[in-house]
């Protein structure tokens, strides 16, 4: 019936698999607003973390900290002790553990690193 109307299988294919590969994309990115937007109403309802807290998010052996600057629909704004700041995506702070600290952190010192230039003088 299809070869009546001059269209063949494979063009139909073609089109078919697009579409799929196209509807992937957006179902995905639907996802990823959406998780978002569902953990600021989590956050937004349960009201353990409020701007101007000091907290410690943990993901795995790493650990971000800095006082909460503002909670918005997609994010969290973090300033690290340092000056630094960060941004820090809802669905992610709602999954991973977080610390609510008593106190601010002590700044990180970086470590001194004593460079040779030139050859060694004996």
Not at 63 to 73: D, H, N, V
């Amino acid at each position: 019936m299809l070869v009546f109307w001059g269209i063949e299988l494979r063009g139909l294919l073609v089109l078919g698999s697009s579409l799929f590969a196209m509807l992937g994309v957006a179902l995905f990115a639907a996802w990823s607003l959406l998780s978002n937007l569902t953990a600021f109403l989590l956050m937004f309802i349960q009201n353990d973390c409020r701007v101007g807290y000091w907290v410690r998010i943990v993901d795995g052996a790493n650990a971000i900290e800095g006082r909460i600057i503002e909670m918005g629909l997609m994010n969290v704004l973090l300033e690290h002790v340092d000056g630094h700041r960060v941004i820090y995506p809802n669905n992610l702070f709602v999954t991973r553990p977080v610390l609510v600290l008593n106190t601010e952190p002590k700044p990180t010192k970086a470590p001194k690193i004593k460079r040779i230039i030139g050859p060694k003088k004996s």
